[in-house]
């Protein structure tokens, strides 16, 4: 069996669910991409369709 851990990206308007092993890490935090990882400083949004977080 294989566990897979999940947490909520980090980023408060987000709301992705990522796989801890492919999640972003950042300051002992999780998020679902770059974009939420840097706070959205180049652009608003993630990678997934209909997220439309800006941190
Ligand atoms: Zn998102
Ligand atoms: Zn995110
Ligand atoms: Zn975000």
Same mark, same amino acid.
């Given at each position: 069996m294989t566990e897979i851990r999940s947490v909520k990206c980090a980023c408060k308007d987000c709301v992705c669910v990522v796989e801890i092993d492919k999640a972003? %890490? %950042?300051?002992? %935090? /999780? /998020?679902?991409g770059d974009t939420c990882a840097e706070h959205h400083k180049q652009k608003s949004g993630c990678d997934h369709a209909g997220c439309e977080c800006k941190g």
């Open positions: 972003v %890490k %950042k300051e002992s %935090k /999780y /998020y679902c």
